[in-house]
T-cell receptor
Framework: GENVEQHPSTLSVQEGDSAVIKCTYSDSASNYFPWYKQELGKRPQLIIDIRSNVGEKKDQRIAVTLNKTAKHFSLHITETQPEDSAVYFCAASIQNDYKLSFGAGTTVTVRA | NAGVTQTPKFRILKIGQSMTLQCTQDMNHNYMYWYRQDPGMGLKLIYYSVGAGITDKGEVPNGYNVSRSTTEDFPLRLELAAPSQTSVYFC???????????FGSGTRLTVV
């Protein structure tokens, strides 16, 4: 099955700075890459996703980039705010498979 | 729409006891999943279902069982609870297999 590695495990940034989280995947047949945000004690929620036919996708202050050759994808958060503090999970699914494999998560803390 | 509903939210079990975690979705999604979340370990797939009457094992199925008699319901059964099953359990559903999940609010289970 797919193996997803996520780095770093923790990330502390000053409010207003950018945050970048990187994930690598093992199976070149993977074609869908979502990112989830989980606030303390809450359920994970989808914040952005990208498919393998696209190299970059943006939604306001967040963006995801995909490098299929290197088999890695990244989440970029610009102009970070205190409400961005949460655990972020990357995931990947293999084409024609029916399930997501998740990274171990990154705890992001935005310092005021 | 309620989305994905999980019950109970919290439960303490004694070693050897059994219980069923309930999961219901009202979005007419064919795909449903059970994950467990341990601290620093991300989300691990226990079981999944691609439709009523069809279930399959994930990464960590031992000690659990599922059934899918209807599109809406996907209960997870724990037989002979062990301390290693202490975790937070999330049910999820998706319209597309391996696509963006909608998660339930989770069940925090402690086995003592």
């Amino acid at each position: 099955g797919e193996n997803v590695e996520q780095h770093p495990s923790t990330l502390s940034v000053q409010e207003g700075d950018s945050a970048v989280i990187k994930c690598t995947y093992s199976d070149s047949a993977s074609n869908y890459f979502p990112w989830y945000k989980q606030e303390l004690g809450k359920r994970p929620q989808l914040i952005i996703d990208i498919r393998s036919n696209v190299g970059e996708k943006k939604d306001q202050r967040i963006a995801v980039t995909l490098n299929k050759t290197a088999k890695h994808f990244s989440l970029h958060i610009t102009e970070t705010q205190p409400e961005d503090s949460a655990v972020y999970f990357c995931a990947a699914s293999i084409q024609n498979d029916y399930k997501l494999s998740f990274g171990a998560g990154t705890t992001v803390t935005v310092r005021a | 729409n309620a989305g994905v509903t999980q019950t109970p939210k919290f439960r303490i079990l004694k070693i050897g006891q059994s219980m069923t975690l309930q999961c219901t979705q009202d979005m007419n999604h064919n795909y449903m999943y059970w994950y467990r979340q341990d601290p620093g370990m991300g989300l691990k797939l226990i079981y999944y279902s691609v439709g009523a009457g069809i279930t399959d094992k994930g990464e960590v199925p031992n000690g659990y069982n599922v059934s899918r008699s209807t599109t809406e319901d996907f209960p997870l059964r724990l037989e002979l609870a062990a301390p290693s099953q202490t975790s937070v359990y999330f049910c999820a559903s998706s319209y597309l297999g391996g696509g963006g999940y909608t998660f339930g609010s989770g069940t925090r289970l402690t086995v003592v």
